[in-house]
């Protein structure tokens, strides 16, 4: 069965500091992976996935993950945060061969402080 | 860019009413879900349905809880008779159908249960 966890509920950061929000998945197969981003009263959007192309991944806005296989994880990171980054995210999970129904981690909110 | 749409936004009810939440996914997808989402806690998977029927559903997703879709365009989802621990977030999401396919979600209705 896939599992998702994310380490740390919250990450607080200055802004122009390194970001970095931690996910670790458990998957029996080879998995897809994905990190979302959910802002103040809205849905979530897809940041970026991992489809077993490229073990780095770059998203949207600057962000980007690194799947690392024998570690299980898929870390999103940013080189430099932005006041605008300050929301929810979401890493996620689904299997090769399994159903169309992602995982979700529990969610890391991410402070950005001037 | 074709989106997912909720409504309403917000929803207020007494316990023991019955509640329809609304989404209309996007016209081209194939797999439609719902989620949820209590606050501070994990994005739940609720239930899924393709081809007018439930593919797969969450020990949450109990006889309280059903899906329609009624027509071309909605997905619905109803809860018999509401209790409190149903207040949460709830998001509709579509994909198009191959596991590697990003979901799609909607801006959420944030069912309140008093």
């Known amino acids: 069965a896939q599992s998702v966890t994310q380490l740390g509920s919250h990450v607080s950061v200055s802004e122009g500091a390194l970001v970095l929000l931690r996910c670790n998945y458990s998957s029996s197969v080879p998995p897809y992976l994905f990190w979302y981003v959910q802002y103040p009263n809205q849905g979530l959007q897809l940041l970026l996935k991992?489809?077993?192309?490229?073990?780095l991944v770059k998203g949207i806005n600057g962000f980007e993950a690194e799947f690392k296989k024998s570690e299980t994880s898929f870390h999103l990171t940013k080189p430099s945060a932005h006041m605008s980054d300050a929301a929810e995210y979401f890493c996620?999970?689904?299997?090769?061969?399994?159903?169309?129904?992602?995982?979700f981690g529990r969610g890391t909110s991410l402070i950005v402080h001037p | 860019e074709p989106e997912v749409t909720q409504t309403p936004s917000h929803q207020v009810t007494q316990m023991g009413q019955e509640v329809i939440l609304r989404c209309v996914p996007i016209s081209n997808h194939l797999y439609f879900y719902w989620y949820r989402q209590i606050l501070g806690q994990k994005v739940e998977f609720l239930v899924s349905f393709y081809n007018n029927e439930i593919s797969e559903k969450s020990e949450i997703f109990d006889d309280q809880f059903s899906v329609e879709r009624p027509d071309g365009s909605n997905f619905t989802l109803k809860i018999r008779s509401t209790k409190l621990e149903d207040s949460a977030m709830y998001f509709c999401?579509?994909?198009?159908?191959?596991?590697?396919?990003?979901?799609?979600f909607g801006n959420g209705t944030r069912l309140t249960v008093t």
């Open positions: 996620a999970v689904s299997e090769e061969g399994g159903s169309y129904i992602p995982t």
């Open positions: 999401a579509s994909t198009s159908g191959t596991v590697n396919s990003p979901l799609h």
């Open positions: 991992y489809t077993s192309a490229a073990t």
